[in-house]
């Protein structure tokens, strides 16, 4: 008989488990707190603009591919290769940095200043790639049942790695470049993980293999949100069932199954297997009120810093930046240190500029451009009041036009912004940390918040919190761990 599976969230890391379920013959029924699907990766449209809300490009790309596969079905989407990768603008500098793929064009623009840069940077790529390729399937693609599962499959990793792991990420780049521009570009990278090259651990740095040599970053034709309506058509055709503006907030289980969810008007949702997308650390406290992760724990739990994002529609073009584009300031080192927990350093903030209009026309009217920023800032732990916020994007729109030598703030004619505030009222996002649980060594494999339930045995996770970590393609590999426990979980019944 087919097996229900009631999958709470839709975010990336649901809708991809969903559709592996699906195939493999499940009943798939979905809940979803917000009035559409997609979690983070989302849209916002207003006025003929069109804009992606979260996440604006990825790696690995073969991830999607595997989810396809796997899956027996064609790619439902296509792939725009970034190169360049992304533009790093200084502040006080005129100089632009192109993020070129290509090794000789990308070492031509430190040429006056770091010496035999492109030496260094084969070096430093080529420990990169070790690390990449000796964790990758070891450590990422797997699941772990306990501690010394992991332990035993850490033991596997080239001890020759061990030296890395006392080190952070700036430090090893700074093995290799002397330059600030060279240091700071290469590990802006680190970033991407929700938190700074400074306590971000040095393994991380075959986040720099991928960029450069593995795969690169990727767009989708028509916008990321293009990811979603795909899934969800796809999903449509096995007769899945959406429930959006349906909040999970409580449970009924008297044994070691769950046997109902209830949402936030009492409605009981039963099912054989449940697969919550979720934050897998919030939701055990908030709905399964698991001591482990009341509050007060979760306060103490490494958790990365907030976003401030805003979304501009313009009546102009803006020719001299390209479709993604990094504003840094002159003081990274002490930027870096501050910027999680001091809200001081938004008073000369480091931003990114995505122009989604430059690929995708269909996202602006004619003569005009879709801006969206995003600004690393302190999650609501460290910075929990927002009435700042209008001034705030004041000052990057003031920043932005100098740098880019065009005043745009009389062309503004959309806008919109999430602070962390919003980004945990949408989607529960705990402290409206943008990215979830922290890759800090300790909140990683099996000591991240684990895919299976403690105690419902027909309870699992998904997504950013738990295994393997967050962004597009690690939410991907999370929903094949995922399923992958829900099928054995199924055979050995
Ligand atoms: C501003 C920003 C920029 C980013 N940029 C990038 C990028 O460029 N590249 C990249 O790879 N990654 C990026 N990321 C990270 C990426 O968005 C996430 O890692 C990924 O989308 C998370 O997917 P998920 O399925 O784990 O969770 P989510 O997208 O958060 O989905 C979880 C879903 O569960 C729902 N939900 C939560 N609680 C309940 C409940 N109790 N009941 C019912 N439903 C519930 C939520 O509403 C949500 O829809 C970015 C993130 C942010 C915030």
Excluded at 12 to 28: I, P
Excluded at 61 to 83: A, K, R, S, V
Excluded at 302 to 327: A, D, R
Excluded at 446 to 452: D, T, V
Aim: charged fraction near 25%; include cysteine; aromatic fraction near 14%.
């Amino acid at each position: 008989m087919k097996k229900d599976i009631l999958i709470v969230g839709t975010g990336l890391g649901g809708l991809a488990s969903g559709l592996r379920l699906a195939t493999q013959g499940y009943n798939v029924i979905f809940v979803e707190k917000a009035a559409t699907p997609g979690g983070r990766l989302n849209r916002l449209e207003k006025d003929g603009f069109r804009f992606d809300t979260g996440p604006s490009f990825f790696s690995m790309p073969y991830e999607f591919e595997e989810l396809m596969n796997d899956c027996g079905l064609p790619m439902p989407f296509d792939f725009i290769e970034l190169d360049p990768l992304y533009t790093v603008h200084f502040r006080d500098s005129d100089k632009k940095f192109y993020l070129y793929k290509d090794l000789d064009k990308l070492s031509e623009q430190f040429e006056n200043i770091e010496p035999n840069f492109k030496e260094k940077l084969n070096l430093y790529l080529k420990k990169s790639a070790e690390l990449y390729n000796d964790t990758v399937n070891v450590v990422i693609k797997q699941n772990f049942d306990n501690i010394f599962d992991y332990l035993k499959a850490l033991m596997q990793v080239n001890p020759k790695h061990l030296p890395v792991l006392f080190k952070n990420f700036w430090q090893q780049v700074g093995n290799y470049f002397d330059s600030k521009e060279a240091r700071q570009i290469i590990s802006l990278v680190a970033f991407f993980l929700g938190r700074t090259p400074f306590d971000t651990n040095a393994i991380y740095t075959l986040l720099s293999h991928i960029e450069f040599r593995h795969s690169g970053y990727y767009n989708v034709k028509g916008g990321m949100y293009t990811i979603v309506e795909s899934l969800i058509n796809l999903l449509r055709n096995y007769n899945v069932e959406f429930n959006f503006n349906t909040e999970i907030v409580d449970y009924e289980s008297d044994s070691d199954k769950l046997e109902y969810l209830i949402d936030q008007n009492g409605k009981k949702w039963h099912a054989d297997i449940y697969l919550i997308n979720a934050d897998a650390a919030f939701f055990r406290g908030k709905v399964f009120k698991r001591e482990k992760y009341n509050d007060n724990h979760l306060n103490k739990m490494s958790w990365t810093m907030g976003y401030l994002t805003f979304y501009l529609g313009i009546n102009t073009k803006l020719p001299q930046i390209e479709h993604h584009n990094y504003f840094i300031g002159s003081n990274y080192q002490q930027y870096s240190k501050n910027v999680m927990t001091d809200p001081g350093t938004l008073e000369k903030p480091y931003y990114y500029v995505n122009v989604i209009s430059k690929n995708n026309p269909e996202c602006a009217p004619d003569g005009c451009e879709a801006l969206f920023f995003v600004c690393p800032v302190p999650n609501l732990l460290y910075k929990s009041n927002w009435q700042d916020k209008d001034q705030i994007i004041e000052s990057i729109i003031v920043d932005f036009s100098k740098r880019i030598s065009q005043d745009i703030s009389s062309n503004i004619v959309v806008k919109e912004a999430f602070t962390p505030i919003d980004w945990r009222d949408k989607f529960n996002l705990y402290q409206g940390a943008g990215l979830g649980l922290s890759h800090k060594m300790d909140q990683i494999g099996a000591f991240r918040p684990a895919n299976f339930d403690e105690i419902f045995k027909n309870t699992f996770y998904v997504g950013s919190s738990t295994l393997p970590g967050a962004g597009l393609p690690m939410v991907v590999i999370s929903s094949k761990l995922a399923t992958e426990r829900i099928f054995n979980y199924n055979k050995n019944k």
